[in-house]
């Protein structure tokens, strides 16, 4: 007769095995457990919480279960958005619109890669292929409208941020461009029409209230309406300005030569 707890029986021997079969899986895997979806929600979790270690982490778990979940390449794209990792940023994000075409936050990340490196050029590309691939269209224009104001081409950035005005007319930062960059004394009046939308809009109207109120005193032939209105907008952006001393010192000079008294 054997003796009692020497031998393993038949049960403990096949769970044994089956364990041993779980750990084989678990080691060929690169030991990931879960699904691509669960390691993305974990590492959308760790880096709202600031953890961008550990959401890379994830992240890279999700693509050794599923290397074209294109979601991850996005996601690690968005963790590598640093100088130091421009390049690895740009080659994740170029790989999430490989696998998924239609990836709309991808083409806007990659053009917002590009952009902070310089490389205009490419980023409005990104942005014209993503147009031609019917994506989100307003907020492709309203960023190659500033792709093209930070190029100094005017004429196409003010036509891109129309064209995201006519998609959605309530964003105050896309008539506060268009205000911004409708500059020459003829088109004064026009340049007008755009910041007082703009501050109707704003959450935070004082911020629009410098550059309206000099356009009103720059306008040529301005009523006294309008001067008085450019004068109490540069009195309220003194009074609740941004700080910003050259603003400060030209809106001071500005009312100076309406005639106002400080």
């Known amino acids: 007769m054997p003796i009692r707890g ?6 403990t021997a096949l769970y044994l095995i089956f ?3 779980i750990l084989n ?7 990931v457990p879960g699904t691509p979806e669960q390691r993305l929600k974990a590492g959308v979790a760790a880096f709202q919480r ?15 279960l599923d290397r074209n979940f294109a979601p991850a390449h996005y996601n690690l ?4 958005a640093t100088p130091e990792n421009r390049d690895r940023s740009i080659d994740h994000h170029r790989r999430a619109i490989a696998i998924d075409s239609g990836y709309a936050d991808a083409y806007i990340a990659l053009a917002q890669a590009y952009q902070r490196k310089d490389t205009l050029a490419a980023a409005i590309a990104v ?12 907020r492709f224009h309203s960023n190659l409208g500033y792709c093209f104001l930070l190029s100094a081409e005017k004429d196409s950035a003010i036509a ?15 008539h506060f461009n268009v205000g911004y960059l409708l ?36 306008k040529p032939n301005r009523s006294r309406s309008e001067a008085a209105e450019g004068i109490a907008l540069l009195r309220e952006y003194l009074a609740r300005g941004d700080g910003d001393p050259v603003k400060a010192s030209k809106a001071s000079e500005k009312l100076a030569n309406a005639g106002v008294k400080q």
Do not use: M, W
């Not at 020497?6 to 049960?11: G, T």
């Not at 600031?50 to 050794?64: E, H, I, M, P, S």
């Open 6 to 11: 020497r031998s393993p029986s038949i049960l």
């Open 19 to 21: 364990s041993f079969c």
């Open 25 to 31: 899986v678990a080691f060929l895997t690169g030991c």
């Open 50 to 64: 600031g953890d961008t270690a550990g959401a890379v982490r994830q992240f890279k778990g999700a693509l050794r």
């Open 77 to 80: 794209g968005v963790c590598y």
């Open 127 to 138: 942005l014209r292929a993503g147009l031609d691939r019917g994506l989100s269209a307003e």
């Open 160 to 174: 891109h941020y129309r064209r995201a005005i006519e998609l959605n007319a309530y964003r105050d930062e896309y």
């Open 183 to 218: 500059s020459a004394p003829a088109q004064a009046d026009s340049s007008i029409k755009y910041l007082r939308r703009a501050r109707q809009l704003s959450a935070e109207p004082v911020r629009v209230a410098y550059l309206l109120g000099c356009r009103l005193l720059d």
